[in-house]
């Protein structure tokens, strides 16, 4: 039986387009993708963001349900959990 601590997500690593890889908290995930998805008029956004009415929803979404952004003519962003340390 898996361990909870398995699918505990404390640290992310975020790759630019550029490629460039940046660690960063939850909540500092979460605050990156809120700037990305405002800078994005609804119609670019992903299809399954356009219907959700509030940004914390689309960010639950997009951090629980996928693991990049087409940002368009700003590249696509990449982000994946990681475990730092051993448990």
């Known amino acids: 039986m898996p361990q909870s601590l398995m699918y505990y997500e404390e640290t992310y690593v ?3 387009p550029d490629m460039q890889e940046q660690f ?3 909540a500092e995930l979460r ?3 809120s700037n990305l998805l405002l800078n994005l ?3 670019e956004q ?3 963001l356009q219907n959700l009415p509030s940004l914390e929803q689309k960010l639950d979404r997009l951090i629980n349900t ?4 087409d940002c368009g003519s700003a590249g696509v962003w990449q982000w994946y959990a990681v475990r730092l340390k051993k448990n």
């Not at 996928?66 to 952004?69: P, S």
């Open 14 to 16: 975020l790759i630019a």
């Open 24 to 26: 960063l908290t939850g």
């Open 31 to 33: 605050s990156f993708l």
């Open 41 to 43: 008029s609804t119609t």
């Open 46 to 48: 992903p299809q399954d």
């Open 66 to 69: 996928a693991c990049d952004l």
